[in-house]
């Protein structure tokens, strides 16, 4: 479990999602599952964004 986020580090889902999965309708697996690959998504453009800035000799100047 990833304490900032809240999120596990495996699956990208909350404490209350893996709680309640088994008892979740297919609708709401499937609400969870488009978070989850959102959340993705999001994680993946801010690694990306801090990669090029740490990597960018010129990044923090020009974001001045």
Known sequence: MHLASGLCAGCARTLDEIATWS???RAQKQAVLVAVAKRRESAS???K???AQATDPHAASASL
């Open 49 to 51: 964004a801090n990669t």
């Open 23 to 25: 008892s979740m309708d």
């Open 45 to 47: 453009a801010n690694a």
